[in-house]
């Protein structure tokens, strides 16, 4: 059952090109909504405003060697291992999410455009991937939902109390959790379903959280050039001292997320 | 001076929420990043600035005495156990200052009141506070001025 590809199934129901154009469709609405994003906050002036002052009082030039080292360092502690969040449950949680989005998102396009008919049997590797990402991502944004989300436990709202920002975290939920009960009970209903959640999941990029995906990086690269060349946003340089006393406020998690 | 937040940098960890003594930091219904509710009521205490970890927290200047081109900002190191301010004068002055925040270990040198004798009526009549006067450490107590050695009237 995790081995095979419920894209192939549906091949009779739904020819290849169709499920093939639905997601070129979904690519482009990813990548309009990003740029009206963009636009309307006015991110893009941000960062490039924010790079003019940066650099006008850098203490020092940077030097290609560094700008490739403060590179590297930025995309695997701050991309790629989310060493960003403090908090290591929220850190655990965003990179299950991620990575099983990121698998699930390859498979697909994977499934749906190298193997969409049972002619062309599926790598079972593949289709496994397609499900352990679905499941990654369930666990990660179940624990994240009923264990982490914010102002839950300390403003005393219920886990069922929906806000504009759930829009990115319930409709990604809803994607994965319909496509793998689709994939193992099969069915036109739960497939449709399966279809409106991942509509809404793409569709929904300039209303919802999506867009941090694209941001966040950004925000990260910004702010580890400032340390490297010296203007650190203005903070002040860190003091010449040794670490002997312990924690102090940060001995307590934040009970808000 | 009133708190704000870079909402670019905030990843919406709470410890300003947690920490704000006004309850005017909270989590952005829309963006899940912090942001200061009620700038009017903040007592510029700078909780929130000197907790926040990804240092997303900065103030917002008196355009009276803080024109546009100043920065005050702080860095709190508390396994160091200091606290350094950089203040950037609009003229583009840097003042550097640091000082310590704590010279023992965090949370180990908490007064265990609880465990004292419950004081009886004549001790709570007492000038003396808890734990004095062993905790000042003046075996013969608290140094005393007999009231006759004061001249009458104000005087300074």
């Known amino acids: 059952m995790l081995t095979s590809n419920p894209f192939s199934e549906l091949s009779s129901l739904i020819p290849p090109a169709g499920m093939q154009t639905y997601v070129v469709v979904m690519f482009l609405l990813v990548v309009g909504a990003t740029i009206l994003d963009v636009i309307h906050k006015k991110s893009a002036k941000y960062f490039f405003e924010k790079m003019k002052t940066a650099k006008e009082r850098r203490a020092q030039p940077l030097s290609s060697a560094t700008v490739v080292s403060v590179s590297v360092k930025t995309v695997v502690h701050d991309i790629l291992t989310s060493a960003e969040f403090d908090n290591p449950q929220r850190r655990k949680a965003h990179l299950l999410t991620m990575y099983g989005f990121i698998l699930f998102v390859v498979t697909t396009v994977i499934m749906i455009f190298s193997y969409p008919t049972p002619e062309t049997p599926t790598p079972a590797l593949v289709a496994l991937l397609w499900h352990v990402g679905a499941l990654m991502v369930c666990v990660g944004g179940y624990w994240f939902w009923f264990k982490m989300r914010v102002d839950v436990a300390a403003e005393g709202h219920k886990w069922y109390r929906l806000i504009p920002a759930d829009l990115f975290i319930l409709s990604l939920l809803a994607t994965t959790t319909l496509a793998l009960i689709w994939s193992l009970f099969g069915g036109t209903f739960l497939f449709a379903l399966f279809i409106f959640a991942s509509t809404v999941l793409f569709g929904s990029v300039f209303w919802s959280k999506f867009a941090h995906m694209f941001f966040k990086p950004a925000a990260a690269f910004q702010k580890r050039f400032a340390e490297a060349d010296g203007s650190r946003d203005n903070l002040p340089e860190p003091a010449d001292k040794p670490a002997q006393f312990g924690l102090g406020i940060k001995r307590d998690l934040p009970r808000h997320y | ?156």
Request: proline residues 8%.
């Open chain 2, 1 to 156: 001076m009133p708190t704000f937040v870079y909402m670019t940098r905030c990843d919406g960890c709470g410890h300003c929420v947690d920490i704000c003594p006004s309850d005017i930091m909270h989590i952005d219904p829309t963006y899940r990043r912090a942001l200061n509710i009620e700038p009017n009521m903040c007592w510029e205490c700078y909780s929130c600035v000197k907790a926040c970890p990804q240092h997303a927290i900065d103030c917002r200047g008196y355009a009276d005495f803080a024109p546009l081109g100043h920065s005050v900002r702080a860095l709190r190191e508390e396994e160091k156990g200091t606290i350094a301010w950089k203040i950037k004068f609009r003229d583009g002055r840097v003042k550097d200052f640091l000082s310590p925040i704590t010279t023992q270990p965090w949370g180990e040198k908490i007064p265990r009141l609880a465990e004292l004798e419950v004081p009886d009526k004549a001790a709570l009549d007492s000038p003396l506070l808890c734990h004095e006067p062993e905790a000042l450490k003046i075996e013969s107590g608290l140094p005393t001025i007999s009231k006759d050695k004061f001249k009458q009237g104000v005087y300074y």
